[in-house]
């Protein structure tokens, strides 16, 4: 029965090792001429790889959605990316049970969500822009 669960364990212990794709990071290479003008820049894959004299890296923040403050005592700005306002967007927050509790449109890049009238607790903010869902958790002081 050790046994067993030390197999289990080893495997679960050595498959990142294995498969370079479960942490692997997406970064930004950008590539620049002689005089330093960037001319290229495209996502990839393999962050970890030496890159030449003329690439530089920077890790991609997937931050489409962000909100503050968090924690919240009632107010939360969420602010949405130029790229995801091409249509309508809105925003549902949802307690620790999956009960929905408030539903907004975002009509703006930066929208108040007013929560002041909540109970304090945990609770999980969906926005929808376009066909694109993000999830994101709010604590209310």
Do not use: W
């Amino acid at each position: 029965m050790k046994t067993k669960y030390f197999l289990v364990f080893l495997a679960l212990l050595l498959s990142p090792v294995f498969n370079n794709e479960v942490f692997s990071q997406r970064c930004l290479v950008f590539r620049y001429d002689n005089d330093g003008n960037r001319v290229k820049r495209f996502v990839d894959n393999h962050c970890d790889e030496v890159k030449t004299r003329d690439e530089v890296q920077e890790v991609v923040v997937n931050e489409v959605v962000a909100l503050y403050p968090n924690p919240t005592d009632g107010q939360i700005m969420v602010v949405l990316e130029e790229e995801s306002m091409h249509g309508l967007a809105n925003c549902k927050l949802y307690d620790i049970n999956g009960v929905l509790i408030i539903e907004q449109n975002l009509f703006k890049k930066e929208t108040e969500v007013d929560i002041g009238n909540v109970p304090v607790g945990v609770y999980l903010l969906k926005v929808f822009a376009g066909n694109d869902e993000f999830t994101k958790i709010i604590v209310k002081q």
